[in-house]
């Protein structure tokens, strides 16, 4: 099983600041990392996939890089509506594996 | 517009059964995989099941393996989870997830919550 590993934990923003979020395979995954928003109470939401990619309607502030074993989530300028849980997930081997998540909270 | 609507949750006792279903619509169902995904209270996501289009690959998660089944039927465009031996570990919301090879968990449902105690 492919072990994700996200960090930090937690992550203390200031609104407008920027925020970068890491996110560690265990082994290569080529592309295949996709980033997930979630709000409390709320279903996750697919933010990027293939690594880099931002799924239909998502800000252009929310980007993505990485290839291979490592992964990163950028927001570059953080919004009210920004704070929230991240979650990175593989989707290159079975079972498909998701990081603890990072919660993004006002600083 | 995708919405997948998941129900079926409930409170169920420990060894207990339990079929969760999700209605799909919005998309053409019979083309894609799917995925359930859960969330036990206060923690991470949690991959459970995946099933393909034709329902010819079915995978599970170690967790579940040998106790849950996932079906699906194309026709009624619905997705299912059949739970059996319930513990106190499977107590979760469960969300049924749309799944594309090149995008991943494109679409989610609301979730549903299931809960097994005595």
């Known amino acids: 099983e492919v072990v994700m590993t996200q960090s930090p934990a937690t992550l203390s923003v200031s609104p407008g600041e920027r925020a970068t979020l890491s996110c560690r395979a265990s082994q290569s995954l080529s592309s295949n990392l996709a980033w997930y928003q979630q709000k409390p109470g709320q279903a996750p939401r697919l933010l990027i996939y293939?690594?880099?990619t931002r799924a239909t309607g998502i800000p252009a502030r929310f980007s993505g890089t990485g290839s291979g074993t490592e992964f990163t989530l950028t927001i570059s300028s953080l919004q009210s509506e920004d704070f929230a849980v991240y979650y990175c997930q593989q989707y290159n081997n079975w079972p498909e594996t998701f990081g603890q998540g990072t919660k993004v909270e006002i600083k | 517009e995708v919405q997948l609507v998941e129900s079926g949750g409930g409170l169920v006792q420990p060894g207990g059964s339990l079929r969760l279903s999700c209605a799909a619509s919005?998309?053409?169902?019979?083309?894609?995989?799917m995925t359930w995904v859960r969330q036990a209270p206060g923690k991470g996501l949690e991959w459970v099941s995946y099933i393909s289009s034709s329902s010819d690959t079915v995978k599970y998660a170690d967790s579940v393996t040998g106790r849950f089944t996932v079906s699906r039927d194309n026709a009624k465009n619905s997705l299912y989870l059949q739970m059996t031996s319930l513990r106190a570990d499977d107590t979760a919301v469960y969300y049924c997830a749309k799944k594309d090879w090149v995008k991943g968990l494109d679409s989610w449902g609301q979730g549903t919550l299931v809960t097994v105690s005595s």
């Open positions: 293939g690594a880099s």
């Open positions: 919005g998309f053409s169902f019979s083309i894609y995989s």
